[in-house]
């Protein structure tokens, strides 16, 4: 397997430092370089110390994850004279412009370093394009592709605004968001039992993409984003619309049960699928999915544990829980449901005792004489 090579180190960006670095010393500025590739998230790196005298030195470093993104990161600064980072972004620039880039992120707490007033501000979702920062941090932007921080942050507040629609109106509804490689978005939800990822993708344009669903359409602006979602959530409940009529969705109940009546096995979500397919014969499946999904109180009893039987009242229904032959009953009232337990922990406890003396009984057989 052949070796990564830095972004940074390629012969054209190198012709580029080393013009930088022949501007600086006809200044009688010196600069060091290095360049690593982070072990953790791939991020290459080229760190630059720029040197006028042992007490007059600071530095920033060049890095990115994927080339399209390029983050201007000042980390240190030592300086008796203010520094215009004019200089800096354009020789940042240049190596964007080699990288085929979209956008250079600059990153800075120093007051030492000035950032040129005609550099955009970014207040907020500067987490997107950094994968570390200090709260007195300041983050600016430059554009190298027409807009392009403009229309990545409209498609990513979009989709956001859009699900937080529905989670509104829809409390069963649950979506997560990451990012990989600040190339892709990607948002995993789960709608009415149905589990699905949204992509929208960093290549020549953006690229709106949700692969289970077989939808895909290049060229995505915000224009394009209600249509494109409205689309998405139609054939989403459309996939699951018959299985949930003979299955209604119960991902919120299982996990609360794994999480509160029988916690700790895997195994027992068939207990928690009979429970649930038990209650919904006398209960709405959604009301129950969305009263949990809200963590608002649920009525549950833990009353004991005998022989693998659980006596438990959960949503005001008794169950007798056996989690040796992953089987459950349910009773309403709670005499018939305490005698009915007692009767099968005692037949229970009766079998064992019986295997316990049969076993024993074969090996004292077994003694022989000596």
Known sequence: MSEVENYFKTKELKKVTDEFRKNLKELNIALRMSYDICELNKEHVARHAVTASKTNFFSFKVTSVNPRILVLDFDSCYVKQQINAEGIIQYVTELGE?????????????????????????????????????????????????????????????????????????????????????????WSYYFKGFEGEIFINLEDSFTFEVPSLEIKRANVTLADLQALLDETFEESENEVKIKSLIKPPNKHFVKYFLESVLPGVKAYEKIAEKVFTLLI??????????????????????????????????????????????????????????????????????????????????????????
């Open 98 to 186: 080699i990288l085929d880039s979209s956008v250079i992120i600059v990153q800075n707490l120093y007051s030492g370093i000035t950032i040129p007033d005609n550099i955009g501000e970014l207040k907020k979702d500067f987490k997107l394009f950094v994968n570390g920062y200090d709260t007195r941090d300041k983050f600016y932007y430059v554009n190298l592709k027409e807009n392009f921080i403009e229309n990545y942050l409209s498609l990513y507040n979009g989709v956001n605004s859009y699900l937080e629609n529905i989670k509104e109106n829809d409390k069963t509804f649950e979506y997560t968001f990451k990012s990989l490689k600040k190339e892709r978005l990607t």
């Open 281 to 370: 014969e006398d209960m709405d499946a959604e009301e129950i999915e969305s009263t949990i999904a809200q963590s608002l109180p649920v009525e549950l009893v833990l009353f004991t544990n005998d022989n693998d039987y659980q006596f438990v009242k959960l949503f005001n229904v008794y169950f007798i829980l056996d989690t040796q032959d992953m089987i459950a009953d349910k009773y309403s009232d709670f005499h018939v449901a305490l005698s009915v337990y007692e009767e099968l922990v005692l037949m229970r406890e009766h079998q064992r005792y019986k295997m316990r003396v049969t076993s024993l009984k074969s090996w004292i057989s077994s003694i022989a004489p000596k």
